[in-house]
């Protein structure tokens, strides 16, 4: 088992930055590839990024390349999400997501655990 808690979501003006927190707990942390995702309201859950077990390979969706960066710290159990230039269209609750697997990282069937959300609001 793999418990994920997200913190650092809140509210910010257009243009401005956030930097998600995922903390781990459980089974070894550096086991698992671990993805970001989002939902905004009134639409389905998104792919926002991932990375891979040691950090060397990562993966975004085109509207966020460039803006999102995931880091991960394997000594302290936790994963990144460092949002900038954020606009009214980032606003959605962002999960972190941890995948043991090598199956694909954009789709959320293949993350075995999950965190609660944390709700990222941009004002315009």
């Known amino acids: 088992q793999v418990q994920l808690v997200e913190s650092g979501g809140g509210l910010v003006q257009a243009g401005g930055s956030l930097r998600l927190s995922c903390a781990a707990s459980g089974r070894s942390f550096s086991n698992y590839a671990m993805g970001w995702f989002r939902q905004a309201p009134g639409k389905e859950r998104a792919f926002v990024g991932a990375?891979?077990?040691?950090?060397?390979?990562?993966y975004y969706t085109d509207s966020v390349k460039g803006r999102f960066t995931i880091s991960r710290d394997n000594a302290k159990n936790t994963v990144y999400l460092q949002m900038n230039s954020l606009n009214p269209e980032d606003t959605a609750v962002y999960y972190c997501?941890?995948?043991?697997?090598?199956?694909?990282?954009?789709?959320?069937?293949?993350?075995?655990?999950w965190g609660q959300g944390t709700q990222v609001t941009v004002s315009s």
């Open positions: 997501a941890a995948r043991q697997s090598r199956a694909s990282p954009y789709r959320g069937v293949n993350y075995d655990y």
């Open positions: 990375m891979n077990w040691s950090g060397s390979t990562t």
